[in-house]
């Protein structure tokens, strides 16, 4: 991902291999947050989750900790989509941030999606 960002700026925005580059750029953060964030962070409800290792004594700090990859990537997204609003969106980072911006919004309805169906015959009903 560092090499795409180094790359990314020096490409010609005419190419197809830049248009590449910003592609990458939000492809590869969304795959970094989808498996770093779900590996440390907790989703009620989610079979994938992994069961914190205690509980806490308050109600509030425990629903926060049972929705801390939902508020994370609401808190994120929209400090993204502040970021996007801010530039040009045919900018080059312009559009590399709109990508990363449906990056967040297609993990964030997953994370969602994932608390409310199930598979029948899945194992995680």
């Keep these: 991902m560092v090499l795409l960002i180094v790359l990314y700026p020096r490409s010609n925005p005419d190419t197809h291999i830049a248009a ?3 592609n990458a750029i939000a492809d590869w953060t969304g795959v970094l947050i989808t498996v770093v964030m779900t590996k440390h962070l907790y989703e009620k409800g989610s079979a994938e ?3 914190p290792k205690s509980k806490v ?3 509030a700090v425990e629903w926060l900790r049972e929705h801390s990859l939902t508020l ?15 530039m040009d969106p045919n900018s080059k980072w312009g559009q590399v941030v709109g990508n990363i911006v ?3 919004t297609r993990i964030l309805g997953l994370v969602l999606m994932t608390r409310r ?5 899945s194992k995680a009903r």
């Design 20 to 22: 590449s580059f910003g």
């Design 49 to 51: 989750r992994q069961q």
């Design 57 to 59: 004594r308050s109600a």
């Design 72 to 86: 994370f990537l609401l808190v994120t997204g929209i400090a993204w989509l502040v970021a996007f609003r801010a």
């Design 102 to 104: 449906s990056e967040w």
């Design 117 to 121: 169906l199930m598979e029948v015959g």
